[in-house]
Nanobody, 119 residues
């Protein structure tokens, strides 16, 4: 069974850094575009960053540009989200997702990892 498993979340002070990882088992991710989403309490899930299958192209939500960096290591079947200069408003559950069947449709999801940024 295919699974995406996120790790690396935790509690950090404002201005700190975290690195999230998303590892896949049961299927290679190297052919798929990937995304990191987040959902804060009472808010809708939003796309934070995305990366093409090759890793050559990335997208970032305006609020994280210059602070977050998404990357992938297809040999390790893992994608990453490096988060620097964290702010309390970055507090959310972070999910990774894959586009396995069609463009712009994320149809494979992890269970999420909690990121909490204290002020």
């Amino acid at each position: 069974q295919v699974q995406l498993v996120e790790s690396g979340g935790g509690l950090v002070q404002a201005g700190g850094s975290l690195r999230l990882s998303c590892a896949a088992s049961g299927r290679t991710l190297s052919n798929y575009a990937m995304g990191w989403f987040r959902q804060a309490p009472g808010k809708e899930r939003e796309l934070v960053a995305a990366i093409t299958w090759s890793g050559f192209n990335t997208y970032y939500q305006d609020s994280v540009k210059g602070r977050f960096t998404m990357s992938r290591d297809n040999a390790k079947n893992t994608v990453y989200l490096q988060m620097n200069s964290l702010k309390p408003e970055d507090t959310a559950v972070y999910y990774c997702a894959a586009q396995t069947s069609s463009v712009d449709l994320y149809d494979l999801w992890g269970r999420g990892t909690q990121v909490t940024v204290s002020s």
